[in-house]
């Protein structure tokens, strides 16, 4: 991974920049990636989502979910696959149904839980994080804790990538 590709994800915002802080698409795919690595699920999983999201670096940046629904269409989701499907080529990677499944899970965990600790224009249609679910928690925990500060910068991406074998020193 170039690092200027990690640059520019970490000067993406989430959100549309209508948080409490600075956001980053890389802060989300550090911040997910650090959740999947304490909640010990598998490798595959992490790597997948440490890179989930790198699409937004060529396509058209981050569109907030709600958006997407109203406002993108299919060459939108065509380019984000073809990204993602040469992406995956690159890496050596053929993710699973299984693996899929867990970051969209995860993914959706996430934006509930940075809807309700970071956006400052709220938006009706997603819900109120579940403090009873440990992910929700450990979600909120990073990214107070964390204040974007560490979480943000490209070489927290790379140390997952070298731990994950998507780098080798």
Known sequence: MEIERLRAASHISRWRGWTHRPYSILEHMNTGTEVLRRMRMPESVQRLFLIHDMHET???GDVPTPDKVLFCNDRFHNACNSFDR???KTLSMSPSQYDIGIV?????DMAIVEHD???TRRCPEIPDPNWDKPEHEEIRNILITSGGV???HPTVWINHAYRLGIMKR
């Not at 969209?104 to 959706?108: E, F, G, S, V």
């Open 86 to 88: 040469a992406l995956f």
């Open 104 to 108: 969209k899970h995860l993914d959706r």
């Open 150 to 152: 560490s979480v943000n």
């Open 117 to 119: 600790t970071l956006v």
């Open 58 to 60: 060529e396509v058209i």
